[in-house]
DNA sequence: ATGAACGCGTTGAGTTCTCAACTATTCCGA
DNA sequence: TCGGAATAGTTGAGAACTCAACGCGTTCAT
């Protein structure tokens, strides 16, 4: 697995380990988080992600599109999911008449509603399962970290 | 939303970004490794995932519960993976003399020759998607980080 | 002005995941 | 040694996601 004649980049030891440490961060606390706001609030994350975005909006809306990049959502995914905080009365859809193609996505009093009760739950589980395990120097360099690989992953495709 | 007589620890600017950008992160990351393995060999993550542990064990073999735990899976995903990867012919079931409760995974030449194929694609993806945004020191740091968060994630529930 | 290419959003089928319930076996204290 | 609790693993139903295909509106080059 680690033949070194087949021209592949294979990770050594210390890579190895980290890219173990780290997708273990991934499972065990995303898992965790999930989980919580499953249990507390019947919501996935993804589902409260989105109502997030949209509260953040001008008017509670935004277009589907839009919405789907800035909860980095497929727009299938997104889709399928606003159709369900629809029938739940959290999310209502718009037309677009600019675009006829469009919609618009808004979040109803009920909503917000809802994510003003999810919210603080959800957020002390953040805070106690990943903040509270980090130095504030570790912090800092878990943002830059992340910064950079984000930047990474979102410059133009070579 | 960061109304402090709550009795919430709401996340402060600097940590909202931080938190933020680690999600983004985890769905970026992740949403393109699982694609590109998904892709060229028609396997989650999660699975091949499965196909790693049992390669390292001795004689390719683990506990059900142990795997489950090696790879960071709920019993229940894991006996439903187990499921599928049986019925592709890359892992069989052995019954377990000393626990007639238990069972034992065991990998196939198959299924070795099916990881054989797929690691240098995902390597490389996790190469270039992740490491090659990185500093050395960065690593470093990554590598602290994950440590830290693994081990908080672990400690003996308060 | 027209038609091909593109963009927006949705849909349905199939896959994987979770949760809760279940069987079967083993452990352990009285 | 008996019986209740704990452990191993599986199952089925339902939720969420992916992929590919689609319908319809817009854009743009000719």
Do not use: N
Not at 1 to 15: N, S
Not at 64 to 81: E, K, N, V, Y
Not at 148 to 157: G, Q, T
């Amino acid at each position: 697995m680690t033949d070194v004649t087949d021209g592949t980049r294979w990770l050594d030891d210390d890579e190895q380990c980290t890219w173990r440490a780290f997708l273990a961060v991934q499972r065990l606390l995303f898992d965790r988080l999930e989980r919580q706001l499953q249990r507390d609030s019947g919501l996935p994350m993804t589902y409260y992600e989105i109502l997030v975005r949209l509260s953040e909006a001008p008017d509670h809306t935004l277009r589907m599109s839009q919405l789907a990049d800035s909860a980095l959502s497929s727009r299938s995914r997104l889709s399928h999911a606003v159709a369900r905080l629809e029938a739940e009365g959290w999310v209502r859809r718009r037309a677009c008449a600019e675009d006829r193609r469009g919609s618009f996505a808004q979040l109803t009093e009920e909503g917000m509603a809802k994510l003003r009760a999810a919210a603080p739950e959800h957020v002390e589980a953040v805070r106690t399962e990943l903040f509270d395990a980090l130095t504030p120097a570790q912090l800092h360099a878990l943002r830059e970290i992340s910064d950079a690989v984000v930047a990474h992953l979102c410059r133009p495709r070579p």
